[in-house]
Structure formats: C-alpha cells, structure tokens
C-alpha cells in the first residue's frame, strides 16, 4: 500500500530571497537615518561631553548599513569588484566595531554616574521643594502668629485678649469651635468661661484631674484629644454628623502673690487654662503639623499677654492703693500741720500770758531781795523767786522741745569764749554747791581752743542742766567738770553705733565730762533719762518735782551739733557720769575789729543809773508797774505810757532808754521804734530802745534787731538782769560817741 506523504510547504528560495533583499534594504535605510539623528542630537546638544563617541558610533552605523546596501547585489551572481567592496565595507564594521565596544568599556561607568548624579539631584531637588514647602508654610505660620500677637496685645484687658485670641484662631484656621477652660478659684475644676460662637457660654465644669487634662498639661505641645472627650463637647448633640479632630493646649496663668513693685512676681506652674479647638464638622481635613506649631505658639503668646495684663490689672491696684494711701498720708499731714499751728499758737499765747505775770513776780520778787527784810521773809522772797526761775526755765524747756520736734529749732552759730562759757557755768553753780558743801572743779585741756565756732546758748544750756542735775542729786562729795579735745580713735563708740563723727580741718570735737558721787541710777533706769518726762525710780524718790524735760532737751541740742551723748553709773548710791560730744569750728583769724562784738569777760559796769530818763512803753498794767519798779530802784527817772501812740506824744530828746513791750497790738511797736528813730534823726540825740519779747525764736529777735531796737531782752526780768542790760548798753553807747 502506498504511503501518500505531505512535505511542508515552505517558501521557495526565490521568494526568501526576495525577504532578505527587502529586510536589507528596510536595515540599511534605517541605519542610514540613525547617523541623521545623532548628528542634529550632538548639534542641539553643544554641551555634551561625549560628541567624539558619537561621532564614532555614527560611523558604526553608517558602515553597518552600507554592508546591508551591497549585501543586495549579492543576492545574483555579483562580480569580484561587488565582493572587494563587500569585504571592504565588513573588515571597516569590523574595525569600527571593536572599536566602539573597546571605548564603551570606559564610557559606560561614567554613564553609570551621570545617571546616579541625575537621580541623585533629583532627589535633592525634592528635598529643597519639601523644604521651601516647610519655609513657607512657615512664613505663613510665622504671619499668622504675628497677626494674632499683633491683635492680642493691641489691650491689655483680659478678657478683650481671650475673646481676640478665639476669633482669631478660628477665622485663620477656619475652626468649626474654639473654646476655653479657665480655672475655678479653688483650683480643682476647670469651667468653660470663652467660646467662639456662643455669646454668653453656659458655665459647664470638669474637673482638674480627669484624664485627658492630666494628658494635656503635663505637656507644653498641642495634644490631640478625643472629640467625645469632656472638654470637646462644646455644642449639643443635634443630628448625625461626623465629628471634626480635636486638639488642645495649655496656657500658663500667672499668679500674683504680694506683688510689689520692686519684686517679681511668683509664676506658679500649677496653674493653666485649657484652650480646645475642633475642625468643622463633616470634614476629612486633619490637623497639620505647621497649624499645631501656630495654637502652639499662640497659646504662649496668650500667656504673655495675660501677664502683661495681670501685672498691669495688680499695678494699677498697688497705683490706687498707694494714691489712697497718699491722700491719707496727705489728709494726715495736714493735719499734723494743722496740730502744730495750734500747738505752736498756743504755745506762743501761753507763753506770753505766762512770761508776763512771771516778770511781775521775779521782778518784784528781785525788789523784795535787795529791801531789809526779817530772816523769815527774805527766806520767803528766796523761794518766790527761786520758783519764779524754776518756772521760767521750765517755759523755756517747753518751747525749746517744741520747736526741736517740729524742726524749727536752728542752732545760731557765731564765734564766743570757750574757757569764759566754762567759768561762766562755774561760777553760776558755785552758789547752790556751797549751800550743799559740795566741792565743785573744772578742769580744761591745755590744746582746748579758747575760741570756737558754734550755738554758744545752747552749748551752755547743755552744761548748766547736766551740772545743775549733778548737783541737784548729789548730797555729799564732789563734782568734776572736764573738757578736752576728743581724738579720732576715741569718737567711736559701742553704745551709738548710729554716731558717725566726721571730723575736719575746720573743726573738731569736744568731749565733755561730768562726775558727781552722788546717787547713782541703776542699770535698767539709764536709757529712760532721755526721754520726755521720764525719771528713774531712785532721783523720783529722792528728789521729786523735777520737770523730766532737762536732759531730753540736751540730747536733742547735742544731736543738733552732730554729737552724742550717755550716761554711765554702778548702781544706786555710786554716783554717775555724764559724757557728750559736740562739733565745735575753729574761729578765723581773730582781729580788734571782732573782739568787742565778742562775749569776752565782763566789766563792773554801773550798779544804778541816777538821771538817767527811761520811757517804759507796755499795755500790760501789771507789766509796765513791775518794769517801772526794777528801773526806779536802779535810779532811774521813768516815764510809763501804754501804748506807742503816747509814747510819741511824751518823748523828748531827754530820754535816753526807751524800753518797749513788742507784744503792743499788731505792728504798733514796730511802727513806733521806726517813728522814733525819724524823729531824731542826730546819732546823739536818739534814744537806746530796748525790746522786752516773750518770744524765743531767733527770726524774732533778729527782726526786732531790724527794725530798730538796739537791744532784746527776754521776760521775766529780774533786777540784775535789768542792771546788766543797761549797762552793756549805755558803756557800748559811749564807746561809740
């Protein structure tokens, strides 16, 4: 049986190569128009750094196709001409072939990099757009904030910063509801005090402690919270919606305690308000991180702001407070004012009602003593007049601690006798001393200056009242009084760490010294003998009756001249000493012109004045009897008018001494020494006119001194004060002429 078979039906070789001829040609077309591309690349690409390679490869190529374009003459029977130039063209791809593989060898790996560098670049390209992203969201955060700092701090009233502070925030973050949780005052709940969108929000509380403010205060970042958390509910629940993300964040609340206005204020920690900001409803937009950097800062900026508002809401209470203290301290200082007017008013009136009647007694007191009189009256007429003193120098007392409380005590600084105020001192107690048979000594430094510079009344008050109580408390024994010249080393003292001496060239201090054996004070009495009427038990109950002014006057006068003063003893019954400092300056250079306006030891003057005519000039009946007394027991010729108007009409030039009441009603005395002194306008003919004043005030003496008055004599007046007065004047009146 015949197998019939069936060969495949290929192509026949005519048709295949009729394919091959026109793939050939296809290939070498297409190579042909490679080498075109590769030049316009490498003509548009001027800054390529491989145009050699492709120049290379371009002819690989082109050699390429050239053998495909005379591979179709091979296809018929081709002639060896056709078979050289085929050969030739194969041996050239050749060439170039390996050529071009040989060079890619090095070229591929900088390819390589050049495309790591590529990519590389790239990904730093996207970093920088991430970055400049960040910038400028940042830039726009930092915009924000600015605005928002800028709108907060434009007041600082609390409550206008929060409310700012919620709108704010919620027009630039488009928030659905902000809201804010201030503290309650016992500081265990939080209360829902400022929200955006409800006028009048209704005070809901939670307490401090739950969970979720724990979370968010135990950190100064914005916290995402849970918007079914106590703090978010901020609206009631009406349909369903899907609630928006929820964040929250602390604020510090500053804490005033005690606040002054040169302390800092006591930040406390502990104490935060709770800021919670929601995202709109229905919404899939979350929070960013940049929108959490900007409630962030705005929440401190917030707290800044609300110090700055504590601080000046606390000020501006301590300014009320301290205006009102000030109009009390005012209200009270006029007062005070008012007080011491009245005081010194009535002190000035008492002074002149009382000075007039005591220069009626001492001066008739002083007539009585110099009369023949029993044993018993003169014994009588003594103690009168010794009370009279006693009085006197009380009233003087009195008005000199006045004028050193209100200040108005200044001391009168001129150049006198030292050595003479001493011996002046002494010779004033000697008297009393001999009546106690006390033994009274006075010792001065030989470098102590005999003259110096300072108050030489009140310097001497000083001496007389400390001597006069060492007398009046000594029984038996002796007293020493002791002058020198302190030395620097010596000024200090543990008992008055306040005394600072600052001695100089011009002056220095003198230590003074007084020790009497006499009854001593005990330890715990000492510091109360400086104050105003006050007297340790044992001088009060040995000597009662003392005025308890004496020694608070002399520690006020030895503070006036820059010193100090104390007191030491052992105890009762050992005696004491008095020891003070004072400033003294040395005098200038002496000359004669000075030396007779000095206090230099006086001469025995006149001890009556026979002819002589005075003109006494006095409203006060009982005044112008005693002054007319003391002057016609001194043999004078007296005249007594009450008034300056008949003072005018009874003077003549005869009248040598006129002595003139200046307590006359208003200016009357001082129009009339003025009207005197025009009458007479002859230095020889003018009358002396001596002013008798109750006032103490050095102004007063100097104005009268002013005006006319040749001399200022002080009531009460006794007979020996009187005879000195006239004295003094009418040598100085001869001196003169």
Known sequence: MDCICFEPQWPADELLMKYQYISDFFIALAYFSIPLELIYFVKKSAVFPYRWVLVQFGAFIVLCGATHLINLWTFDVYTPTVAIVMTTAKVLTAAVSCATALMLVHIIPDLLSVKTRELFLKNKAAELDREMGIIRTQEETGRHVR?????????????????????????????????????????????????????????????????????????????????????????????????GEVVAVRVPLLHLNNFQIYDWPELSTKRYALMVLMLPFDSARQWHVHELELVEVVADQVAVALSHAAILEESMRARDLLMEQNVSLDHARREAETAVRARNDFLAVMNHE????????????????????????????????????????LINDVLDLSRLEDGSLELDSATFN?????????????????????????????????????????????????????????????????????????????????????????????????????????????????????????????????????????????????????????????????????????????????????????????????????????????????????????????????????????????????????????????????????????????????????NTDRSAKENLLRVGMDAVVLKPVSVEKMRTALSELLEHKKDVQ
Not at 160 to 189: D, F, H, N
Not at 444 to 458: I, Q, T
Request: aromatic share 6%; charged share 20%.
């Open 418 to 694: 030292l050595h003479f105020l001493f011996n002046e001192v002494l010779n004033l107690i000697k008297p009393v001393a001999l009546v106690k048979r006390l033994f009274v000594t006075l010792s001065l430094s030989s470098d102590l200056p005999e003259y110096a510079v300072g108050d030489e009344k009140r310097l001497m008050q000083i001496i007389l009242n400390i001597v006069g109580n060492a007398v009046k408390f000594t029984n038996e024994g002796s007293i020493s009084i002791s002058a020198i010249i302190a030395k620097p080393d010596s000024l200090s003292d543990p008992r008055a760490p306040d005394f600072f001496p600052l001695p100089g060239d011009n002056n220095f201090y003198m230590r003074v010294q007084v020790k009497d054996t006499g009854i001593g004070i005990s330890q715990q009495d000492i510091p109360k003998l400086f104050t105003k009427f006050a007297e340790s038990q044992s001088t009060a109950s040995r000597n009662p009756g003392g005025s308890g002014l004496g020694l608070a006057i002399c520690k006020r006068f030895v503070n006036l001249m820059e010193g100090n003063i104390w007191i030491e003893s052992e105890g009762v019954g050992k005696g004491s000493t008095t020891i003070f400092y004072v400033k003294l300056g040395y005098p200038a250079r002496l000359n004669e012109s000075r030396l007779p306006h000095m206090r230099l030891q006086p001469k025995l003057g006149q001890t009556s004045f026979p002819g002589v005519k005075v003109l006494v000039v006095d409203d006060n009946g009982v005044s112008r009897t005693a002054t007319r007394g003391l002057l016609v027991h001194l043999g004078c010729d007296v005249t007594a008018v009450s008034s300056g108007e008949e003072c005018l009409q009874v003077i003549t030039k005869d009248h040598k001494v006129v002595i003139m009441d200046v307590s006359l009603p208003g200016t009357e005395s001082y129009n009339a020494a003025r009207l005197v002194h025009d009458r007479f306008p002859k230095r020889h003919e003018k009358p002396l006119i001596i002013a008798l004043t109750s």
């Open 354 to 393: 009382m000075r007039t009647p005591m220069h009626a007694i001492i001066a008739l007191s002083s007539l009585l003593q110099e009369t023949d009189l029993t044993p018993e009256q003169r014994l009588m007429v003594e103690t009168i007049f010794k009370s009279s003193n006693l009085l006197a120098t």
């Open 147 to 243: 605005m928002l700092t800028h709108e907060i701090r434009s007041t600082l009233n609390r409550h206008t910063i929060l409310k700012t502070t919620l709108v704010e925030l919620g027009r630039t973050l488009g928030l659905e509801e902000c809201a804010l949780w201030m503290p309650t005052r016992s500081g265990l709940e939080l209360q829902l005090s400022y929200t955006l969108h409800q006028q009048n929000p209704v005070g809901f509380t939670v307490p401090i402690q739950s969970p979720v403010i724990n979370q968010v205060f135990s950190t100064n970042r914005a916290v995402k919270i849970s918007p079914n958390s106590p703090v978010a509910r901020l609206r009631p629940a009406s349909g369903k919606y899907i609630l």
